[in-house]
């Protein structure tokens, strides 16, 4: 299954790379920040899917979907985004996305949408959305129960994803950089997660913390 990944955030970006790496079955033919990047990028590989972030820095999502529908009929559109709601996902089956998976999801659930769009089973119509926000809804609260951070470790994630080091982490909370470092660890382990930045990618993912601003992520130490 070959795959295109479009998110303007490279932190996850990166880390859904590497996630849908570790499956055998997968080839990630390359990643996209925009969609002027996108539409090079998928005439270049012809992806099987392209996994469609909506919150994209030069086009709304939805309308990016729509063009990738109609002029590269042979991928399919799987938009993965941080947002959850009816308005949203009914708007992105209208644009012919065949599936939708909030990032809150996990790997899990995306895996199984793109085994779902490569059987080529029929795209759901925007009717749908209910029952897709209803599923959604209630796999992240299950997934959620035992990964939610205490609001220290909360504020540690936030800073670290703006690329703060842990000295300055501990300086801006008052905190020493040993009690940084104690909860940075506490957190790799709840999100089962190697380095600072798979932590920030899936804490991302989770809805844990929300992405910084528009001006991207500075590089967190590892």
Same mark, same amino acid.
């Given at each position: 299954m070959?795959?295109?990944?479009v998110?303007d955030?490279e932190?996850?970006?990166?880390?859904i790379?590497a996630s849908?790496q570790?499956?055998?079955r997968?080839e990630v033919?390359?990643?996209?920040?925009?969609?002027v990047?996108?539409? +090079?990028?998928?005439? @270049? !590989?012809?992806?099987?899917?392209?996994?469609?972030? &909506?919150?994209?820095p030069d /086009?709304? $999502?939805?309308?990016?979907?729509?063009?990738?529908? +109609?002029d590269?009929? @042979? !991928?399919?559109?799987i938009?993965?985004?941080?947002? &959850?709601s009816?308005?949203? /996902?009914r $708007?992105a089956?209208?644009?012919?996305?065949?599936?939708?998976?909030?990032k809150?999801?996990?790997?899990?659930?995306?895996?199984?949408?793109i085994e779902r769009?490569?059987?080529?089973g029929p795209?759901?119509?925007?009717?749908?959305?209910?029952?897709i926000?209803k599923?959604l809804?209630?796999?992240?609260t299950?997934?959620?129960?035992?990964?939610?951070?205490?609001?220290?470790?909360?504020?540690?994630?936030?800073?670290?994803?703006?690329?703060?080091?842990n000295?300055?982490?501990?300086?801006?909370?008052f905190?020493?950089?040993?009690?940084?470092?104690?909860?940075v660890?506490?957190l790799?382990?709840?999100?089962?997660?190697?380095?600072?930045?798979?932590l920030?990618?899936?804490?991302?993912?989770?809805?844990?913390?929300?992405?910084?601003?528009?001006?991207?992520y500075?590089?967190?130490e590892?």
């Amino acid at each position: 299954m070959r795959i295109m990944i479009v998110d303007d955030h490279e932190i996850v970006r990166e880390g859904i790379r590497a996630s849908l790496q570790r499956d055998d079955r997968i080839e990630v033919v390359g990643a996209a920040a925009n969609a002027v990047q996108a539409r +090079r990028l998928i005439r @270049q !590989t012809l992806p099987d899917i392209a996994l469609l972030d &909506l919150r994209l820095p030069d /086009v709304r $999502g939805e309308d990016l979907c729509r063009e990738l529908v +109609r002029d590269f009929p @042979q !991928t399919r559109v799987i938009v993965l985004s941080t947002y &959850l709601s009816e308005e949203t /996902v009914r $708007g992105a089956l209208e644009a012919g996305a065949s599936a939708y998976v909030t990032k809150s999801a996990g790997l899990g659930e995306l895996l199984s949408a793109i085994e779902r769009t490569m059987e080529g089973g029929p795209a759901p119509g925007a009717a749908a959305g209910t029952q897709i926000v209803k599923q959604l809804h209630a796999l992240v609260t299950d997934r959620m129960a035992g990964t939610i951070p205490t609001p220290q470790q909360e504020r540690v994630l936030e800073l670290a994803a703006q690329g703060f080091t842990n000295q300055e982490i501990g300086s801006r909370l008052f905190i020493s950089e040993s009690t940084v470092r104690f909860h940075v660890q506490k957190l790799k382990a709840k999100f089962a997660a190697r380095t600072k930045t798979e932590l920030i990618a899936k804490a991302i993912r989770t809805g844990s913390i929300a992405p910084a601003g528009e001006a991207g992520y500075a590089t967190p130490e590892t």
